[in-house]
């Protein structure tokens, strides 16, 4: 099985697959899955673009994303660990969940979705038209059962200075001192000295910053991208608010550029005791933790299905030049969505 695995996994790393060009890792499960026996159908999102959908009638739904990153590594492995974009986020979950079926009939929905690390269209779709109950949204938890997810604003960020000869530092404003100012002045904002017990303080991650030249000049425009974690126990209005006085009293120019709502389901939920009862019949000690990034489940949460977010990998690895994944967490999660079908 675990040679089996490993296979799988590889191939759907090879299968370039960056958010708007999902066409080819579509068609390789929709092999994989007339290959099992499975029906299922597909559901429109946009030109040239759908979801796959296994069982769309049932009221509880398996979801994972089929696209990444633009890719910044290639597939290869080593030993029990396979390398590359995707290999953790998600197509390990793709690959727990194709060798699942193999393994186990189910009348549970699953879905593959596309658009994930761009606009979720694809499960602003899928949300939309099934209106599932319960689910599991599967992404890289290390095995851990997220029940919290954080939410995040992100800012764009302008600001002028005045151009001078860069030798001539008296007679400038250099813009992207300015903006750095601007930056290291977030540390005194009260809503990023909160705590939330699972997802631990509220942070924020400087995307990019962009101004100046080689020219010797002092810079008189800089901007910057800026991405606000959210807590669940954080009301998003309010720190919103909080965001637009800081950068009006700093006059800087903003735009909101995307909003994600925090969520929160109780530990004590149907969907979290049936993870749990499955986990412990294959031997695995189930953790309950948050996820600190936006996922599919924020659209499916905000249509009535309460969800959680569970699967193998590492969140921390995904995105990076590094990502990988141990094969044996693959076969795990296997063995424990194959519990739930």
Known sequence: MFKKAREELINLVKIESPSGKEKEILKYIEKRLKEIGMDYE????SENRYNIVVNPSSSFVFCTHVDTVPVVSRAYSKGNVVYGTGSADAKASIASLLIALENRDTKKAIAFTVDEEELGLGSKVLAEEYRF???IVMEPTNLNI???QAGSLEFEIKINGKEAHGSCIEYGENAIEKIIDVIKGF???????????LIGFSKYNVEYIKGGSKVLLIPAYCEALIDFRVLPNQNIEYVENILKNYFREKNVEYN???VSKPFE????SIVVENLKNS???VGIEPKISGFKSWTDASHLYEHGCEVLIFGPGKLEL??????????NDVLIASNIIAEMF
């Open 256 to 258: 909101l550029i995307d």
């Open 146 to 148: 997220c029940i919290a």
């Open 265 to 268: 389901i109780p530990e004590n």
């Open 42 to 45: 597909r559901q429109h999102v």
């Open 318 to 327: 995904s995105h990076t030049a590094k990502e990988h994944i141990d094969i």
């Open 133 to 135: 109950k319960s689910g």
């Open 187 to 197: 540390e005194e904002l009260e809503f990023l000295k909160e705590k939330h017990d």
């Open 279 to 281: 986990m412990k019949k």
